[in-house]
């Protein structure tokens, strides 16, 4: 069945299957219109990077069939404007939004620094490892992933450990996401290293670039 992926911004993209559509962390990073349409919105965390609480809000009550599939931090912000609307999901959950199967990984925001405390992170699999999608951590699910989306630049990672993230992930293919941070000129250095030692196809697509998984 087509999967169709678009990257929006940052740490953004859109799925889109059978006329629905699943968009996953549209944060304040990423187009101002990024969760607009969406049948159902994922958030991995509350950085607002991942989770601006206005377009959120704004996508919902453009359709008031939408649902938000979130962790604790995040739905207790919006659960009273949208009842039955937004639900609270953590490791282990599985649930179907917007068409899609969807298994929740992940427990832990990746450590900025000892000083810091850390945040729930989690991260979805989507249509039984066609997609992962970690937010800001390198979780690796317990399941084959086809398509990786990979967090390439952020204050808690280095290019070392984004590499053996792929290596011990093992998609097929792993696409470009927390890129924001990440300029141009620096870009080919990641393409480059990335691609010849991660073992998986590495892959990147510019803001609202679509493909066919």
Not at 13 to 39: I, M, W
């Amino acid at each position: 069945m087509t999967l169709k992926l678009t990257k929006k911004s940052h740490s953004c993209v859109r799925l889109e299957k059978d006329g629905q559509t699943l968009v996953l962390d549209p944060g304040g990073f990423s187009e101002e219109d990024a969760a607009l349409g969406a049948d159902a919105v994922l958030i991995t965390h509350e950085h607002p990077d991942h989770f601006d609480e206005l377009r959120l809000r704004a996508a919902m009550e453009i359709n008031p069939a939408a649902q938000v599939y979130t962790l604790r931090s995040v739905a207790e912000k919006i659960t009273a404007a949208f009842p039955g609307r937004v639900h609270t999901v953590g490791h282990g959950d599985t649930f179907t939004a917007a068409g899609f199967d969807v298994q929740v990984h992940g427990e832990l925001h990746a450590v900025i620094h000892p000083d810091i405390p850390r945040i729930t992170n989690i991260g979805f699999l989507v249509d039984g490892g066609r997609l992962f999608h970690p937010g800001d951590a390198l979780t690796v699910p317990d399941h084959p992933v086809e398509t990786l989306m990979l967090p390439v630049m952020a204050p808690w990672n280095k290019i070392s450990e984004v590499i053996d993230y792929v290596r011990e992930v093992r998609p097929q293919r792993a696409y470009d996401i927390h890129d924001a941070l990440l300029t141009d000129l620096a870009r080919p250095i990641y393409d480059r290293q990335i691609g010849a030692l991660g073992g998986s196809e590495h892959l990147r697509l510019a803001a609202g670039e679509t493909t066919v998984l």
